[in-house]
Each structure stands twice: as C-alpha cells, then as structure tokens.
C-alpha cells in the first residue's frame, strides 16, 4: 500500500515538476504547480507529518496559488521568445541540473549513514500532530515563530508598497520621471497653480491629485 | 520506503527547479520553479524529521514554508510592478545592472 | 654664555628670519620685510662678535669647543650629530659672512625698492646667510655637506631670481649642475673619509688621519682630490668656472655677497679645514696651487677683454679666489684667510658701486657705452676709485697687506713654490690692469648721455626695461627687475653700506702689518698649530720686500692702465688688432664653455636620448604599460560575468555549488 501510495506522489511531483518548467503558458504553470503541491502533501501525509501535510495544502496551495492565480490573470500569458542571449546556456542547463542530481545522489546513497536505509524509528500515532508542533513552536521555537511573523508582516507592507497604486508621475523609466520633473507641471490641473487660484479663492486644496491611476 | 528514497525524490525535484530558472525567461515562471526547489527542500527535511524521529524539522519545514509565502508576496509585488510601468517581463531584457 | 651658545644664535637668526619673512609675506609691508631681514642678519654678526669676545676669554689653545643638538642618526658604527665646532677658523668665517652679509642686506633695501619679489629675495638672501654660516659652523662632514648643498641651492634661487628672463634661468641651472658635480666629490670624500676613518666628525677625523695616513698614501690623496673638485665647483676655479660669469644675471647684491664675498670662498675654506688631509696629500695640495695660479692667470686675461661690467668683476674674483687657494693650498692659511676677508671687503665694495652705476644707465652693463661718471655721482665713482685701489693692492689699503702675505709665504717655502709667486707677481700687474681699466673707461672723460642727462636734470635716465645680455625687451611685473632704479647718491641705506666697506678696504689691513701688528694671524695660528706648514714663517725683512716688489707692480700696473685708457685710448685698439688671436682667447673666455660643451655636455645628452630609445621604452615603458595593458585585459575578461543576465548568475550560483558538492563528495571518500 504504501509503495503504491509513494509511487503514485512522487510521479504527481514530478509530473508537476516537469509541467512547471516545460509549459509555455504561465497559468498551465500555475496548474501543474497545483498538482505538484498536493503531491508533496500526500508524501508528507507518508512520512508522518499530518500537520504539515495540511498547512502544504492550506498555506501553497490555498493562499500562494491563488496569489499567482491572481497576478498571471492581471498580467497575462506572454510568450517568451525562443532566442538565447546568453551563449551556452541551453546547453549547460540540464547538464548542470543532471550533475547536480548525481551528486546528491551518490551523497545519499553512498551514505555511510545507516538509518537513511530504514524506515525510521517506530514514532507514536502524536508524531507530526498540531499538538506537538504546536508546543515545539511555543517552547522551543518560541522566537523563530515570533520572528517569521515579522517577516509577514514585512513582506505584506512590502508587497503593498511596491505593488501600489502608481501615479502618474511614476510612469516611465527613471530618466523619463527625471526628464519629466525638469519641466513645471503644464496644465491647469498643476498642483501649484491648482493652489495659488485656490488660496486666492480660498478654498480649501487637496493634498493630492486621485483621479488617475 | 525507506528515507533513501524520499531523499533521491527530493533531490530530482530540486534539480527540476534548478533547471527550470536556468531556461525560463519569465519573471512568474522562474519564482514557480523557486517554490519547486523550497518545497524540495521541505521533503527533504521532513523525511529526515522521520528518521531522526525528531518533530524539530517538520517546525524547521513550516518555518521554510512562511519565508518562501513572503518571498512569493514580495517577487509577485515586484512583478505587478514591473507590469505597471511597462517594461517587458523578460529577465533577460531586464539588465541594466551590468558592468 | 659660552662660545657655542653664542654660535647657535648665530645659525638660528638668519634661519628665524628667513622663515618670518618668507611665511608672512602677505602680511609684512615691504619695507619691514627689509629691515626684518637686515637686522636678523646684523643680530647675528652682534652675536658672531660675542662668539669673538667669548672665544678672546679663554687660552688661546684652547679656542676650539663643539657642541651638539642631538643625534639624529646612529647606526652601525655610524654616528652623526647635528653639531657645530666654533674655533678661530670659523669664528674668523662667520664674522666676515654675517658682517659683510648685513651691509649688503642694507645696500638691498634701497637696491632693490622697486622689485615686485621684495619679500621673496630677503627671505632667499636671508636663507643663503643661514646656509652659509651652516657651512663653516658644521663640526661634521655630513653637517658641512648640508650646508654645501642649502648654499648652492640658495645660490640658485637667487641667481634665477628674475626667473622671466631666459638668460637668468639657464644662468641659475649652468650654475646649479656645476655645483652638484662638486657636490658629488663633497659627498664622495665624505663616503671615503668614513670608510677610512671611521667617523664624520672634524676632532676625531683629523685626529686620527696622520696615524692611520702614510704621507702620500693614494687613499688619503682620493680623499683631498675629490674634495677639491666640490671646492673648484663652489670656488670657480678653472675647470669648474663657468658658472660664475653667467651667474651676474642675478641681482647685484647677490653678486656681490653670494659671487664675491661668501659662497665662493666656501672652497678655500674648505681646503683650510681640512688641512690636516692635504699636508697628508702633497700631490693633491700640489694641483690644487697650480689650480689656483692657473685661475689666477687666466682669468685676469679674461677681465682684461670684457665689456661687460658686472662680468669683468667676476672674473677678477675668480682670479682673487686663484689666490685664496694658491695661499691655502701652499700652506698660508691665515695669509689665504686674510686675503678671503679683506677681498670681502673690496669685492663687494665693487659690486656695489656697478649697481650704482648700472642703474644710472638704466640697467645697461655695457662699459663701452659708460663715460664720465666722475663728474655724475662723484659718491659713487669714489667707492669705486677706493675699491679698486684695495684690488690692485695698491700700498697700504687692505688688499696689498693681504695679497702680499701669501706671495711673501711662497716665495718662503721655496722651490716651485717660488716660481709661484713669480706668477703671482704677473698676476698681481694683471690685476692693476685690468682694475683700472674699468675705472679709466667709466669715470673720467665726456659724460656719456646717462650720466649728462643726471648730471642736468639730478635724475635717473629712464630707459626702456631690457635684458643687458640679449638686449630683449622686459616689462616690470614681478620675475622681473623693479621700474625705478636706485644709485648710492639718492639712496641711504646703499650710501652707508658703501662707505662702511670703504672703511674696511682701506683699513683692514692694518690688522696684519709685518712686523708691526699680528693681530690676525695671532688669532687664526692656534688653529693650524697642526700643521708642519704653518710654521714657515718668513722673515719680517723679506715680507717688506715683498711688500715693496708688490707696491712697485701695483702702481706700475695703475700707471700702464692710466696710458693705454686714459692718455693714449688708441693704444688698445691697435694692440687688439696686431694681436687678435690672443684677443680672441680672451674675449671668448680660452674656449672653456664650448670645450665643456663638446666634451660632457653633448655626450651626456647622446646618451640620455640613447638610453631613451633603447632602455626606457623598450624596458622601463614596456613593463609599466605591460603591467597595465595585462591588467586592463584581465579586467576586461572578468567583466563578461557581469553580464546583467539573472540567469547568467543563476548558472553561476549552480555551477558553484555543483563544483562544491563535487569537491565535498571526493573528500569525504
């Protein structure tokens, strides 16, 4: 039973694997990442590690899929011309992920570490239960687990700030934003102008402009 | 099955991903084949939780999972706004920083 | 204070001035940076004189002490103090260095009123008097070589000192290189000295120098010659002269305090301190006096053809110098040392009065254009009339008490040093010539029309600035010579110097009378009691004989010039035309400069270009751009991994830790 189970993940890993690298389309990417995540939970389901089996299905392909989901529909499949740049590469490519599998490989294998060879020791049915993990997270691990949510939060504030909502003087390669703020504002839309008739009308001006984006 | 071969799996996976930066020229493709290498990595410390007998690498393994979902947030962030000023979502065309 | 303490303020004077001077030219008006200079100056004669007085106080073996700073370097045997030696050689030095040098600071600040480098040349001319007094205070060789080279390099800026003329600037290298040259066997002296010897310092060279010393031995003998090329170079002695004439570009109180009274006399001090060497060196002592009298005698041939004043003048002083060494040379130290200090006296005296009457021609040096200045600037003409008489040793002035001591001590020691005196005679009748010509063209006679337009109007003649060599025109900006001119007559301070070496001239003399008073050479004996030489004395009644052989010449020589330039002015011209090839010779100066030209100047640049081609491009050019080149190549090679491509460095990434895990995987075996 167990083999079959481990035979039949690990070809969706790979299968997924391989979809991911080889498609040409970004979503059918995204699709057989799908596939490969839900793989990979299965074999951690065989290795004991129920909790993290469900937070692989939750956490990648829950919240992080639907991200990608999500930015490849804003953004579109593009397609990726066939023309190499940098000499060599396609060649070296998969020969360097070939050796790279063979030295690890040959690292395992040959391994004078004998418990790689078995099973592992008989754990009880706790092994890998939110329980466990959960104390280990708040006793021992208490900082890394206080620190890792500093880095969400971090990466939340990052994403946002990066991912925000342009105006339209951000538009352009940097010289052209450096080109554009040369120039005064031309328009009667111009902050300055915008507020000097104000002041003179006394009316209160808004801080900014929000009508593009 | 032994931890050999969750070990091997691993590494084919993790090569797979290697490969795949290596050859793909799209910003969202390469950060896919990045969640491949870190789930890699993921199998492999979880296998080797079971054979120490140990939960401490299955917390190493979720930790692992909470910087790759900001690294994700973060490479996704930086790609919507590369899209928005219209440049090409070709690493290869993005190379100014040279010398 | 003791004799030393006095001498260390003698050095630090001038140096305090100098650096005052030259660091707050911005802030110190003109005229105080004048008087700041001439007084640093005359404090420290007012301290020579206290080292005089000092040294006066104790017995007369006795005068001699060093004193040292401190030790600025010991290594390996090798001990080298900033220290000075005062004794009566020096002291004798640094009274007629800082007296005559604050008459001629005096005589600058009228000279030189209207120069925009005012600042500029008391702080050089002050520095060149610290120099100097460094040199004949050094109690160590390596002391002495500093002074040396401060001199010469002092020499230099102020021969440059109108540095936007040409002529002054190739004058101020000509003048440079040479000194170095001397420089080298200064130094190389030096190096065999402590070789030999074992030390730098003067007690415990000349200590130990007649032990370790056969008489004639071939090191001891190296060592004298190549101290004599360093004080030919500085001296002007024939190889080594041509320098000097070139150097009356500079101002003339330069020429007269640096190229008359100081810096030259360096090389017949020289020779008087080490004198323990040369009586150890017969042969070198030996080319030395023939050195001397050839000088003698050639340059006072050349005085006799020059038309250019400042230029006549310094051939006499190459001349007189002839003398110096001949004297110091032959063994007449204290005679050699009188005539240094009255030849002080009435070669800067001389100098002073061609300033006068240069700048009364608008800065012309021309003698052919120069008449009847008797009547102009009746001042002036007189302290050139008593200069002149001190020069041709005219009896009683100075010069004919001092010139004559040393032929009476050659004649003395006999053999060729006879014969030396002979041309010492000749030269002696050269010197009354040649005098008294410049004297008979430029004083008597129908006053040209500088002096007339003076004598008229009580005015300078404004001429057009020119360069006197090559007659080019000139503005009056700063690197060149200031708009108004000053003569003794309108000038105090110039007048004052004047006459004050008039009185020395005339007077000095008086200290060293045969027979009567010994006043200087009681002084100065004690400090060569060393030497076998210096115990020649000859007999009262031969010095008055010579003095009277010497008297008979000098006023013959007046006599002969008052007739060929004054009675009968035809006379030359037809000597110059039955005797043109002798004529020749002299005018251009026995063919010296373009022997030194032909012989090292031309080779010297051969080879530099040679070693151009050959060597420095194809080695020295070919490493440095080599190195660069290999350099700029593998830069440009590491530079294509900076491609910009993500992917690129991805490859790179892997490939590394591919390469890694391979290497771990092969150890771990």
């Not at chain 3, 010579?481 to 003569?487: K, M, N, R, T, W």
Request: aromatic residues 10%.
């Amino acid at each position: 039973m167990v083999p079959v189970l481990f035979f039949g993940a690990a070809l969706g890993a790979l299968g997924g694997a391989v979809g991911v690298i080889a498609t040409r389309n970004p979503f059918y990417g995204v699709l057989a990442l799908i596939v490969h995540l839900v793989s990979l939970a299965v074999l951690f389901l065989l290795l004991s590690a129920a909790f993290l089996a469900a937070a692989q299905v939750v956490v990648y392909a829950g919240a992080v899929i639907v991200l990608y989901v999500f930015v490849v529909a804003y953004i579109g499949g593009g397609e990726e011309s066939a023309w190499e740049p940098i000499p060599g590469q396609r060649l070296l490519a998969p020969l360097l992920g070939l050796a790279l599998l063979v030295e690890l490989a040959i690292a395992v294998l040959a391994s004078s570490l004998l418990a790689l060879g078995t099973d592992g020791p008989d754990v009880g049915p706790g092994f890998g239960d939110p329980a466990s993990i959960g104390t280990l997270l708040l006793e021992k691990f208490l900082i890394p687990f206080e620190a890792s949510s500093i880095l969400l939060l971090l990466a939340a504030v990052g994403a946002v700030v990066l991912a925000g909502r342009r105006r339209d003087g951000d538009a352009g390669t940097p010289s052209e934003r450096f080109a554009r703020e040369e120039r005064p504002p031309s328009g009667d839309s111009s902050p300055t102008q915008h507020r000097r008739v104000a002041s003179e009308e006394g009316v209160p001006v808004a801080p900014s402009r929000g009508t593009t984006s | 099955m032994s931890i050999e071969w969750y070990i091997v799996l691993s590494s084919l996976l993790f090569a797979t991903g290697a490969v795949g930066i290596l050859i793909r020229r799209s910003p969202v493709v390469i950060l896919l084949c990045l969640e491949l290498m870190l789930n890699a990595g993921n199998l492999a410390l979880i296998a080797f939780s079971r054979m120490l007998g140990n939960e401490e690498g299955q917390v190493f393994a979720l930790v692992v999972m909470v910087v790759a979902a900001c690294e994700v947030v973060v490479g996704l962030g930086l790609i919507v706004a590369i899209f928005r000023r219209r440049l090409p979502l070709d690493v290869d065309a993005l190379r100014e920083l040279r010398g | 204070m003791s004799a030393t303490s006095w001498a260390w303020l003698v050095l630090l004077l001038p140096l305090l001035g100098s650096l005052v001077v030259s660091l707050g030219f911005r802030a110190i008006p003109a005229r105080a940076a004048g008087v700041l200079g001439t007084a640093s100056v005359g404090l420290a004669f007012a301290a020579a004189v206290a080292v005089l007085v000092s040294l006066l106080g104790e017995e007369p073996e006795a005068r001699h002490h060093a004193s040292s700073l401190y030790e600025y370097a010991s290594a390996g045997g090798l001990e080298v103090e900033l220290g000075i030696y005062v004794d009566q050689l020096s002291t004798l030095m640094i009274l007629v260095v800082s007296g005559v040098s604050t008459l001629i600071h005096l005589y600058s600040l009228g000279y030189m009123r209207s120069d925009e480098g005012y600042h500029r040349f008391f702080s050089y001319l002050n520095f060149f008097v610290f120099s100097m007094l460094l040199l004949v205070l050094a109690g160590n060789f390596v002391l002495l070589i500093v002074g040396w080279a401060f001199v010469g390099f002092a020499s230099y800026a102020l021969i440059s000192f109108w540095y936007r003329r040409t002529t002054a600037t190739r004058a101020g290298m000509k003048a440079f290189v040479i000194n170095v040259v001397g420089d080298i066997g200064l130094v190389l002296a030096a190096f065999l000295i402590f070789q030999q010897l074992g030390s730098f310092e003067y007690g415990a060279v000349f200590e130990r120098a007649p032990e370790a010393f056969e008489r004639g031995e071939w090191t001891v003998t190296a060592i004298c010659l190549l101290l004599l090329l360093g004080a030919f170079a500085k001296s002007a002695q024939i190889p080594f002269h041509t320098w000097l004439p070139d150097a009356m570009e500079g101002p003339t109180p330069v020429s007269s305090l640096i190229h008359a009274a100081t810096m030259v006399t360096a090389g017949v001090y020289l020779i008087a301190r080490t004198n323990v060497l040369f009586y150890l060196a017969p042969t070198a002592a030996d080319i030395a006096a023939f050195a001397g009298l050839a000088t003698l005698l050639v340059a006072g041939t050349i005085a006799l053809a020059m038309t250019d004043l400042k230029r006549a003048i310094a051939y006499s002083t190459m001349s007189q110098i002839g003398y110096m060494i001949m004297g110091v040379a032959i063994g007449a130290y204290s005679a050699g040392l009188f005539h240094l200090m009255t030849h002080a006296f009435f070669k800067a005296l001389l100098f002073m009065t061609a300033g006068s009457i240069i700048s009364a021609m608008a800065n012309r040096q021309d003698i052919d254009r120069m008449s009847g200045f008797w009547r102009a600037m009746r001042f002036t003409s007189i302290m050139f009339v008593i200069g002149g008489l001190a020069l041709a040793a005219f009896p009683l002035t100075s010069g004919f008490f001092s010139k004559d001591s040393i032929l009476a001590f050659a004649e003395a020691r006999g053999g060729i040093y006879f014969w030396m005196a002979i041309g010492g005679y000749v030269g002696a009748l050269l010197t009354a010539l040649y005098t008294f010509r410049l004297i008979f063209r430029v004083l008597p006679g129908k006053p040209c029309a500088e002096a007339q337009h003076l004598i008229d109007t009580g005015e300078l003649y404004h001429g057009e600035p020119q360069n006197p060599a090559s007659g080019e025109r000139e503005d009056t900006e700063v690197g060149f010579p200031g708009a108004e001119h000053q003569i003794a007559e309108h000038s105090k301070p110039m007048a004052v110097a004047m006459a004050a070496l008039a009185a020395g001239a005339l007077l000095a003399g008086l200290v060293q009378v045969p027979g009567v008073t010994n006043v200087l050479f009681g002084f100065l004996e004690p400090a060569f009691h060393d030497s076998p030489l210096a115990a020649i004395h000859p007999s009262v009644a031969h010095e008055w004989r010579g003095l009277a052989i010497g008297a008979v010449i000098s006023v013959g020589g007046i006599g002969l010039a008052w007739l060929l330039w004054g009675a009968r002015p035809q006379l030359p011209a037809a000597f110059r035309a039955r005797l043109r090839p002798v004529y020749l010779l002299a005018v251009d100066k026995w063919y010296f400069d373009e022997a030194i030209d032909l012989l090292v100047v031309r080779p010297a640049l051969a080879i530099g270009r040679f070693a151009d081609r050959s060597f420095e491009r194809l080695v020295v050019d070919g490493i440095v751009s080599g190195t660069a080149e290999t350099v700029r190549g593998a830069g440009g090679i590491v530079r294509l991994v900076q491609s910009g491509f993500v992917r690129g460095y991805a490859l790179l990434v892997i490939a590394g830790f591919a390469g890694l895990a391979l290497y771990f995987l092969i150890v771990s075996q």
